[in-house]
């Protein structure tokens, strides 16, 4: 199973990014997906995820209202859109699968995920 994701860069806050995330070696449909940031000296956090048919979305209260994420199981992708950026969204970004999860909060646990991406920087100069 490989994660690639994509679409970090460095911007200046209030701008917008868009990460996305191709999944290979599994069947799409069939795996939950998450985002989680790690940011220098800081835990790997959890910022966003979304089942299996994109029907249930889920966010960190520092996102809420600003990154929007989705899936497309056509193309076995998912993004995250990211808008009103803040300095505090500088982060290596990092797309997570895993499940299927029958409980709302294992989409928010990290050691619930069993395949992870690289990661991705997102710098936000203030």
């Known amino acids: 199973v490989q994660l690639q994701a994509s679409g970090g860069g460095l911007v200046q806050a209030g701008d917008s990014l868009r990460l996305s995330c191709a999944l290979s070696?599994?069947?799409?449909?069939?795996?939950?997906m998450g985002w989680f940031r790690q940011a220098p000296g800081l835990d790997r956090e959890f910022v966003a995820a979304?089942?299996?048919?994109?029907?249930?979305?889920y966010y960190a209260d520092s996102v809420k209202g600003r990154f929007t994420f989705s899936r497309d199981n056509a193309k076995n992708t998912v993004h995250l859109q990211m808008n009103s950026l803040k300095p505090e969204d500088t982060a290596v970004y990092y797309c997570?699968?895993?499940?299927?999860?029958?409980?709302?909060?294992?989409?928010?646990?990290?050691?619930?995920?069993?395949?992870w991406g690289r990661g991705t920087q997102v710098t936000v100069s203030s």
């Open positions: 997570a699968a895993g499940g299927p999860f029958y409980i709302s909060t294992y989409f928010r646990e990290r050691s619930r995920y069993a395949y």
């Open positions: 979304i089942n299996r048919i994109g029907g249930n979305t």
């Open positions: 070696g599994r069947t799409f449909s069939n795996v939950d």
